[in-house]
Nanobody
Framework: QVEVVESGGGLVQPGGSLRLSCAASGVDILIYVTEWYRQAPGKQREVVATWTTGATTNYTDSVKGRFTFSRDNAKKTAYLQMSELKPEDTAIYYC???????????????WGQGTQVTVSS
């Protein structure tokens, strides 16, 4: 199995920045997709950014130009650099990974526990 752990959340003022990390661990892990989701109180979960093996990254319109997705393949870690943060960015941010391992050779969904991002003055 794959363990997915997010970190980097916190409290920031509007206009500030945060960098979220998503670390994935497993045996001979092969990651096909890495995504960042977020869920605000009373709202449905929404996808924020999606990376695929074709080295393409898609962002939801509300974060384009402000959020940047990146990866460190050696560390099996994905990052979400968030700048120009707005109160509406407040949410629990989750990392979603589709990966295969020696124990689960078919692509399987894995989720992190979430990290809280609060944007407030």
């Amino acid at each position: 199995q794959v363990e997915v752990v997010e970190s980097g959340g916190g409290l920031v003022q509007p206009g500030g920045s945060l960098r979220l990390s998503c670390a994935a661990s497993g045996v001979d892990i092969l990651i096909y997709v890495t995504e960042w989701y977020r869920q605000a109180p009373g709202k449905q979960r929404e996808v924020v950014a999606t990376w695929t093996t074709g080295a393409t990254t898609n962002y939801t319109d509300s974060v384009k130009g402000r959020f940047t997705f990146s990866r460190d393949n050696a560390k099996k870690t994905a990052y979400l650099q968030m700048s120009e943060l707005k109160p509406e960015d407040t949410a629990i941010y989750y990392c979603h990974v589709i990966a295969s391992t020696i124990d689960a050779m078919r692509p399987t969904d894995y989720w992190g526990q979430g990290t809280q991002v609060t944007v407030s003055s």
